[in-house]
């Protein structure tokens, strides 16, 4: 009997063509974040049971764009570039689950194959995107990370701009913001192969990071603009009160997750 290995699909002989390589993975990078207050009813709708509004500040949302390099274990991905850079850009609300806060991603584009899968897996919703952000740089026109430092943003899907960001930091933050704060709860969805019988996978889960690292964050303004597409739906995350904006360079690595419910919601396969 011929045995197949890899990670993900494809699955072959040796396996070196899975599409991702086992856990743990390991992230670098640059963090805009954009935090903002929109309707709380906003926010709910994208919570399918059992989660609920988180109890102070429902309607807060951060918007955060990210520059990364990863790799697996070994790190050889670094020295292929190619395998190891992307860029997302996701927005992120807070809810509640048995009387604890999560943060969870109900929106997220990124620039690379690769990433999608990883976040299927960990139960993000990424879709393709193009995604753009200034990078400081000590010399140079680049911004330095100091005060009165300028960064611009942009997120594009489908040949739509959805989202642009103007931040200006103003000085050194004890934060990086209170939304992304928690460990996520995400679903991880896949619909049965037979039409009509639902989810052949359900689950909710807690993820997080297995070790982080980051450097001095730095808080500030943003100018925010969301925009109307005929297949996104971020702008319904209206603005409606500015309350920050971060920046800030970070070392994460992934390692798994932990199960929270199995067959929890109301998803169909529809």
């Not at 935090?35 to 429902?58: G, S």
């Not at 990086?176 to 192969?193: C, E, K, Q, T």
Request: aromatic share 8%.
């Amino acid at each position: 009997m011929a045995s197949v290995r890899g990670y993900l699909h494809p699955k072959t002989a040796t396996g070196s063509s899975s599409l991702i390589p086992a856990p743990p993975w390991k992230y670098s990078g640059d963090l805009l974040t954009v935090e903002y207050r929109t309707d709380p009813a906003r926010v709910r709708e994208l919570l399918p049971e059992p989660l609920e509004l988180a109890d102070e500040d429902p309607g807060a949302v951060a918007l955060v764009w990210a520059d990364w390099q990863s790799c697996s274990a070994g790190e050889e991905e670094l020295l292929d570039p190619v395998l190891s850079q992307y860029k997302e850009a996701f927005a992120v609300v807070r809810c509640s689950y048995k009387g604890r806060t999560y943060s969870r991603c109900v929106y997220i584009w990124v620039d690379k194959d690769f990433a999608i899968a990883r976040g299927l897996h960990q139960g993000y919703p990424k879709k393709l995107g193009s995604i753009h952000q200034t990078r400081p740089h000590p010399y140079g026109p680049a911004p330095r990370i100091e005060a009165g430092a300028r960064f611009g943003a942009t997120l594009a899907a489908a040949d739509r701009r959805l989202a642009q960001a103007v931040v200006t930091l103003r000085e050194p933050s004890e934060t990086n913001g209170f939304v992304n704060g928690h460990p996520m709860a995400h679903h991880r969805w896949l619909p049965s192969i037979e039409n009509g019988k639902g989810l052949a996978l359900d689950e909710l889960i807690e993820t997080g990071a297995a070790s982080f690292e980051a450097g001095q964050p730095w808080v500030g303004d943003a100018e925010l603009e969301l925009f109307e597409a005929p297949t996104e739906e971020l702008a319904r995350l209206e603005i409606r009160e500015p309350i920050a904006a971060y920046y800030r360079q970070v070392g994460v690595v992934w390692d798994g997750g932990r199960l929270l419910e199995s067959g929890t919601s109301e998803a169909s396969a529809r």
